[in-house]
């Protein structure tokens, strides 16, 4: 089980907007540790995707957009691809653990 | 460009050594503010931070694998290295090498880029 919470499994059609959350704890998110999002494709390794809770990398279209409020952060996609559809993962550091945590992951599917 | 290349056996037997290296390329390892670690990805599974090391030698692991793990810096070759004792079939994973960036504190470190990860089977 993870420590930071995230739905399996969204979904959206080409165009649309989805949103996938990430919910942690007052050691984590909620300590005000930033949130770092990855998007993984099938049979590849992770890429970074958003940094700091918003700021995207080099090359990173801006339809991508993090935002962290409390104990919760959430990645929002914009305008979906169909080459959006991958396996998202939130990151953190929980200082109960002194570690730095994963996000379960949720599959994005696009219809 | 910075890039990140595991090598290393991708069969281990039950109770041995996993032993991988990570050959940096692009970037001194001894880069400030730069932290080189390990995160693994079970098949099927999501993400396990396993430790990383800062470049002048302060190391940081997992607490579940912490008795088991060792990283640690070669700055002559350009390389960081992983070894897992007593390994068991539940570390079998892709393991990947990354590069941990901070800003403002250990604490807000992301990991960036990430090798093209290697899978290790432990098996008799």
């Known amino acids: 089980q993870s420590v930071l919470t995230q739905p399996p499994s969204v979904s959206g059609a080409p165009g649309q907007r989805v949103t996938i959350s990430c919910t942690g704890t007052?050691?984590?998110?909620?300590?005000?540790?930033?949130v770092h999002w990855y998007q993984q494709v099938p049979g590849t390794a992770p890429k970074l995707l958003i940094y700091?809770?918003?700021n995207r990398p080099s090359g990173v279209p801006d339809r991508f957009s993090g935002s962290q409020s409390g104990t919760s952060a959430s990645l929002a996609i914009t305008g979906l691809q169909a080459e959006d559809e991958a396996d998202y993962y939130c990151?953190?550091?929980?200082?109960?653990?002194?570690?730095?945590?994963f996000g379960g992951g949720t599959k994005l599917t696009v219809l | 460009q910075l890039q990140l290349q595991e090598s290393g056996p991708g069969l281990v037997k039950p109770s041995e050594t996993l032993s991988l290296t990570c050959t940096v390329s692009?970037?001194?390892?001894?880069?400030?503010?730069?932290?080189w670690g390990w995160i693994r990805q079970p098949p099927g599974k999501g993400l396990e931070w396993i430790g990383s090391?800062?470049?002048?030698?302060?190391?940081y692991y997992t607490p579940s694998l912490k008795s088991r793990v060792a990283i640690f810096v070669d700055t002559s070759k350009n390389q960081f290295s992983l070894k897992l004792t007593s390994v068991t079939a539940a570390d079998t994973a892709v393991y990947y090498c990354?590069?941990?960036?901070?800003?403002?504190?250990?604490?807000?470190?992301?990991?960036?880029?990430w090798g093209q990860g290697t899978l290790v089977t432990v098996s008799s």
């Open positions: 990354v590069r941990g960036i901070t800003v403002f504190g250990v604490a807000g470190i992301w990991f960036d880029p």
């Open positions: 692009g970037d001194s390892i001894s880069s400030s503010s730069t932290y």
């Open positions: 090391v800062y470049s002048i030698g302060s190391t």
């Open positions: 007052r050691s984590n998110i909620g300590a005000g540790y930033d």
């Open positions: 700091g809770n918003n």
């Open positions: 990151q953190s550091y929980d200082s109960s653990l002194s570690a730095w945590v």
